[in-house]
């Protein structure tokens, strides 16, 4: 989207007055025959990146990821594309200049997938750290140098709630990254997801209390009802097995300790 704004304080006649055809037959005439895409600028180009989040569609533990729904602009000047001021249609208004002559806003709705670091020695009273990265393909720092746009360089639609986490935090950061071909400006936005434990708690924890209390049930009956001790204390071990597969069947299989198997193992 190529959004380029003129206003004017002073009234004019009808017939002196530019309307958008003006404009584009400009843009397309004159400063096309002045532009040419492949010569570089004589310092780097700055593009200032903002974001402007719609959704988040979900949050894998499997495959450790995440899949997120954005709109993407990119700021940046090009006086090649400098115009003088046009007369608007109606003299009695005037505009705030947010946007210079030269300037080129360019906005893209993208679907990414990002990958998320997880941590599970705390599950399920853990986070969630993901994240995305920006970086120009073709331009290292000699030629673009990218930047957020402060101080709103991440914007939220909504607040993003899922079924099973809850975004709580988000963070940008700007690093040098090092290419055989030179350095490049690396944009890096990390969202923290805090999960959302009330289904482990119901599905785990309360029917783990509950196979406790019935496995004491044979401390309470007759010695002599050794078939129905017997069959009460291998249900409750077979409810608590089943109770915990059903929750880390969900879950990648890691080497540490969770905070879920000290409780089911204690």
């Not at 990119?74 to 007369?87: K, M």
């Not at 309360?206 to 050794?226: E, K």
């Not at 078939?227 to 077979?238: D, F, H, Q």
Request: hydrophobic content about 40%; overall charge negative; proline content about 5%.
């Amino acid at each position: 989207m190529l959004q380029l704004c003129a206003a004017a304080v002073v009234a004019f006649r009808p017939e002196h007055c530019s309307n958008d055809t003006d404009v584009m037959d400009h843009l397309l005439t004159e400063a096309a025959l002045r532009h040419n895409r492949h010569k570089l600028p004589s310092r780097p180009v700055i593009v200032r990146i903002e974001m402007w989040i719609q959704e988040v569609t979900y949050v894998s533990e499997l495959t450790q990821d995440f899949e997120i729904d954005l709109y993407v602009n990119e700021f940046w000047e090009d006086p090649a594309l400098n115009y003088e001021v046009l007369s608007p249609c109606n003299g009695n208004l005037s505009f705030d200049h947010s946007i210079h002559e030269s300037s080129i806003w360019s906005c893209w709705r993208i679907k990414s997938t990002g990958p998320c670091h997880m941590d599970l020695r705390n599950f399920p009273m853990d986070s969630i750290s993901c994240m995305l990265t920006f970086e120009s393909y073709n331009y290292n720092i000699q030629e673009v140098r990218m930047k957020w746009n402060e101080p709103h360089s991440v914007l939220m639609f909504k607040d993003i709630e899922l079924p099973d986490f809850t975004l709580v935090n988000y963070t940008t950061s700007v690093i040098e990254a090092e290419y055989a071909a030179g350095l490049w400006d690396e944009l890096t936005v990390s969202f923290t997801f805090k999960r959302r434990y009330g289904w482990y708690i119901l599905q785990g924890y309360i029917p783990t209390y509950l196979t406790i209390f019935i496995s004491w049930i044979p401390f309470y009956m007759s010695p002599r009802a050794m078939p129905a001790r017997t069959m009460i204390g291998v249900n409750s071990l077979l409810a608590m097995t089943f109770q915990f597969g059903n929750i880390i069947r969900n879950l990648p299989r890691v080497s540490y300790i969770k905070a879920i198997d000290i409780w089911v193992l204690r």
